[in-house]
Structures are given as C-alpha cells and as structure tokens.
C-alpha cells in the first residue's frame, strides 16, 4: 500500500519526511558503521535489500479470490534487525517508486515511516514480546509478519486520513472510510503474510542452516529440530 | 519476470545523455508545482508537459508507459473513491456530496500529475545514473553501495523468482490455496538463500581482485546542460504563470 505522488498536500509529505528522517539516518549510520567494520557485510545488505525487493514479485492468495504480495516488513524486521530495514526498506521505496511507480518521491516518507520504520518496529517487538512470555518461535514469526503488516496499513490510512479529512465525519471518519476500504485487501494478506513466514523460516531452518545462524537465528534450528524429534517419536509411537 | 518497464525505458532514452541532476530539477520542479499550485489548470499543464516530454523528446514507447502506470493508477483510484464517499448527517450509511466530490477530483489531478512528472525521471533516467549523481552530491559511500548492489542483485533474483516460479507451476504448485502458500514459501526462501549465495559469490570473486572497500564503476559522463536548465526553469515559470493568471 504505498502513497501515490500528490496524494499528500506538501505540508503533510514535509511533516512525514522529517518524522521519517531519525530513523533513516540512524539506519544509514548503523550501514556505515557495519561497512567500516566488516567491507564484505556490504554484499549481503545489498542482497537483503535486493530480496525485500523482489518479495513485492511473490504472490499470495487473497480471500477475495484475488491475490496479493507481501511487503515483507515483518520477514525483513526478524532477519536483518528494525535499525537496518528503516534504511533498507527506504532504498527498496525509492526504487519501488522509480522502476515501478509505485509510491512517489514526496510521499517517500510517509511510506518509509509506515513501511520500514513502523511495520518493522511493531513487528520485531512483536516477535521479542513472544519469545520473552515463552511463546514458541512459529508463534513469535506469525505475530511478527502478520502485525507488522497490520501496523503498516493501519499507519497509512491514519496518514491518508489525516491529509483527506471527510467533510462530515472529520479526520475520524476519514481514517475509518480508509481502514475499511483497504480492510479488504490487508486483513487476509496480513494472516497470509504470517503462514508464509512460518513457511518461509521452516524451509530455511531445513535448507539454510547455516544462514539463519549467521543472522542469529539459532531458536528457529532449536524448535524446528524439536518438531522433527517429536514428529519421529509420534510416528515411532 | 522480466525487467521492470521504466528501467527498460530508462536505458533506450535519448534523454539518458543529460544529466541526471538537471532530470531530478524538472522533475521535482514538476512534482512541487503540481502539489502547491491550484489543481486547475496547474495538474492538467503539469501533466500535459511531463507525458509530452516523455512520449516526444523521451521517446518512451507508449505500451511501456501504461504497463508503469497499471501500479499506481489502482492506488489513485482506490484512495479517490475513498474521498468520494462520505458519511451522512442524518441517517446512516455513505454518499456522496458535491463538497466530497470536489475534494476527490482535486486530490486526483494532484496524484496523476505527481505521477506523471515522477515518471519524467523515472523513464529517462537509470537508476545507476542516479546513485553515481548521489555519491557525487555527498550521500554516504556505504549507502550507495548497498543501493548499487541491491539494484544489481535485483535482477539475477527476479529471474530465479521467474525460474522457480515456472518449475512450480508447471508442478501443479499453484492449483489450491493450500498448494499456492507453499509454493510461496518455498519461493521466498528459495529466493533468500540464492541472495545470500550470490552476495558470497560476489565477495569471493572481489576478495580475488583485491577489494578495499570501495565498489566505484565507470559511467557516461554527463555533464550539466544550459538549454536543458534554461527549458526547465521557462517551463516552471510558464506553469506557475497560467496557474496564478487563471486562479
């Protein structure tokens, strides 16, 4: 769901640039400061930002008998970490919105604030929460992906609501016309985004072991080596 | 999947020869006047003058343009409905209202001809030309690179995406729900770990070569042009007179 160019009247696009700006920057430090350390980190980043990219060509099943892609915040946010996808997630917007037009210069802010600040925020703090009450990692990754991807919608209708109030029912009713319009669309690809990381990490704890220990996801081989332990045993039994 | 159109676009335009700096000052000019100038007849000149440039001068073949413009024409169309549609003062549910309908057909000129002059740069302009231009105008070395290698490395992915993709369809991978999430799945971690590979591939070949950290590539020069400058500034200058004029 990114804002088209001109969607937003200049004032709001300023605001939401200069909210957007911190974590950007703070990103982009955290970037240089990775480079300086590690050069050959500079490769893998390249490709973590070239898969966010692509994510946007996989798609999911909709209820609506449509179908839909995921925006790959949540997955982003549990991989690579929420400081490195608000810089990642800024460049993937640029060239979303200048090799595929969607999304604009001005509004480049406001979606990176909804996309890859907020959505991956919401949803590696959703992840954390889980594991901290003891919640199991597939529960942790469904909540991640699924909730990041509901945080960003609800974010950008409150953008869009705040820039287009409706004339009777104000900035309110505008942001409940925009929830329940895009409602449509958002709720079945949030629940579908959460099955698809579950998916995606059990294939990876199988075929890329070696990967999610280097981007420090043990807990994921652990749980997935429990599952297939207890999986024999029950066939065993 | 093939290249995405606009880059198709970006690399055949004769117009790749300005630079990219000029491109980004029409195209911004473009974008600012259309945001802050009254919708009529500013979007209407603003979109005239950026589809004419990139159909005239640009030479963007007009079935790669509507091919670009499918993506956002589906959000600009669904974010006008929902200004249409207002709630009622008295009784219940929505309609519409001239003050409603004003404000959707306003904020849908600014968002076509926004669009319009975003596509200016866009299709004249590859996205290489423009990272070259950021280093050049102080962005951060480590950032470039990062962008410059996720823009190379998109494309060797979105061909294994399309690779992948084609083998599973042809394994009935997509005929149920059930069977299309799992081919997802099984794409997008597919897809992950020939990113990884390919970005150790990289950094195998470039520690060979000597790699210091800096990942600079040979470009066409293109330097400033003062016809180009002088065209953009009589064109913005036109823009905001008609507008100011007639408002």
């Given at each position: 769901m990114?804002i088209?160019?001109?969607y937003?009247?200049?004032?709001?696009?300023?605001?939401?640039?200069?909210?957007?700006a911190?974590?950007?920057?703070?990103?982009?430090?955290?970037?240089?400061r990775?480079?300086?350390?590690?050069?050959?980190?500079?490769?893998?980043?390249?490709?973590?930002?070239?898969?966010t990219?692509v994510?946007?060509?996989?798609k999911?099943?909709?209820?609506?008998?449509?179908?839909?892609?995921p925006?790959?915040?949540?997955?982003?946010a549990?991989?690579?970490?929420?400081?490195?996808?608000?810089?990642l997630?800024t460049?993937?917007?640029?060239?979303?919105?200048?090799l595929l037009?969607h999304?604009?210069?001005?509004t480049?802010?406001?979606?990176a604030?909804?996309?890859a600040?907020?959505?991956p925020?919401?949803?590696?703090?959703?992840?954390?929460?889980?594991?901290?009450v003891g919640?199991s990692?597939?529960?942790?990754?469904?909540?991640?992906?699924?909730?990041?991807d509901?945080?960003?919608?609800?974010?950008?209708s409150v953008?869009l609501?705040?820039a287009?109030?409706?004339?009777?029912?104000?900035?309110?009713g505008s942001?409940?016309?925009?929830?329940?319009?895009f409602?449509?669309?958002?709720?079945?690809?949030?629940?579908?985004?959460?099955?698809l990381g579950?998916?995606?990490?059990?294939?990876l704890?199988?075929?890329?072991?070696?990967e999610?220990?280097?981007?420090g996801l043990?807990k994921?081989?652990d749980?997935?080596?429990e599952?297939?332990?207890t999986?024999?045993?029950?066939?065993?039994? | 999947?093939?290249?995405?159109?606009?880059?198709?676009a970006a690399?055949?335009?004769p117009?790749r020869r300005?630079?990219?700096?000029?491109?980004?000052?029409?195209?911004?000019g473009l974008?600012?006047?259309?945001?802050?100038?009254?919708?009529?007849?500013?979007?209407?000149l603003?979109?005239a003058?950026?589809?004419?440039?990139i159909l005239?001068?640009?030479?963007?073949?007009?079935h790669?343009?509507?091919?670009a413009?499918?993506?956002?024409?589906?959000?600009?169309v669904?974010g006008?409905?929902?200004?249409a549609?207002?709630?009622?003062?008295?009784?219940?549910?929505?309609?519409?209202?001239?003050?409603?309908?004003?404000a959707?057909?306003?904020?849908l000129?600014?968002?076509?001809?926004?669009?319009?002059?975003?596509?200016l740069?866009?299709?004249?302009?590859?996205m290489?030309?423009l990272l070259?231009?950021a280093?050049?105008?102080g962005?951060p070395?480590?950032?470039?690179?990062?962008?410059g290698?996720t823009?190379?490395l998109?494309?060797?992915?979105?061909?294994?995406v399309?690779?992948?993709?084609?083998?599973q369809?042809?394994?009935?991978?997509?005929t149920s729900r059930?069977?299309?999430?799992r081919?997802?799945?099984?794409l997008?971690?597919?897809?992950?770990?020939?990113?990884?590979?390919?970005?150790?591939r990289?950094?195998?070949?470039?520690?060979?070569?000597g790699?210091?950290?800096?990942?600079r590539?040979?470009?066409?020069q293109?330097?400033?042009?003062r016809?180009f400058?002088?065209?953009?500034?009589?064109?913005?200058?036109?823009?905001?007179?008609?507008?100011?004029?007639?408002?």
């Open positions: 990114h088209a160019e001109g937003l009247p200049p004032l709001h696009a300023a605001a939401w640039t200069l909210a957007a911190p974590f950007v920057v703070h990103g982009a430090r955290c970037v240089v990775e480079v300086r350390e590690r050069p050959e980190s500079r490769l893998l980043l390249g490709a973590a930002g070239a898969f990219f994510l946007s060509a996989i999911l099943p909709s209820v609506t008998g449509s179908s839909s892609h925006t790959g915040t949540g997955l982003g549990v991989l690579f970490r929420p400081p490195v996808m608000a810089m997630g460049i993937v917007l640029l060239f979303q919105a200048l037009a999304g604009g210069l001005t480049l802010g406001a979606n604030f909804s996309m600040i907020v959505g925020w919401v949803g590696y703090g959703a992840y954390r929460a889980c594991s901290a919640l990692f597939w529960v942790g990754v469904f909540a991640a992906l699924s909730l990041s509901l945080a960003t919608y609800v974010v950008t953008q609501g705040l287009h109030p409706d004339p009777t029912g104000g900035v309110l942001i409940g016309e925009f929830l329940g319009i409602a449509l669309t958002q709720i079945p690809l949030a629940v579908a985004e959460g099955l579950v998916l995606v990490f059990r294939i704890a199988r075929i890329a072991p070696e999610l220990r280097s981007l043990r994921a081989l749980e997935n080596d599952n297939t332990v999986a024999t045993a029950q066939e065993r039994d | 999947m093939s290249a995405p159109a606009l880059d198709t690399w055949a335009s117009w300005y630079s990219p700096g000029d491109k980004v000052l029409l195209s911004l974008v600012i006047s259309a945001l802050v100038l009254p919708p009529w007849p500013a979007s209407g603003v979109t003058i950026a589809l004419g440039l005239g001068p640009g030479r963007v073949p007009p790669l343009l509507l091919r413009a499918r993506g956002p024409a589906a959000f600009i669904l006008t409905v929902s200004i549609i207002t709630w009622r003062t008295s009784g219940f549910g929505p309609t519409v209202t001239s003050e409603s309908l004003t959707a057909a306003s904020t000129s600014h968002a076509v001809a926004g669009t319009s002059a975003v596509l740069l866009a299709a004249t302009t590859p290489t030309d070259s231009w280093r050049r105008r962005v070395e480590a950032v470039v690179d990062v962008a290698l823009y190379r998109l494309f060797v992915l979105l061909e294994s399309s690779a992948v993709r084609s083998a369809t042809a394994r009935l991978g997509y059930r069977a299309t999430l081919s997802a799945s099984g997008a971690a597919a897809t992950l770990t020939r990113a990884f590979d390919r970005a150790r990289l950094e195998t070949g470039l520690a060979g070569r790699f210091e950290g800096v990942m590539t040979v470009g066409e293109q330097s400033s042009s016809s400058e002088l065209w953009t500034f009589a064109s913005l200058a036109l823009v905001v007179a008609v507008s100011l004029g007639v408002a």
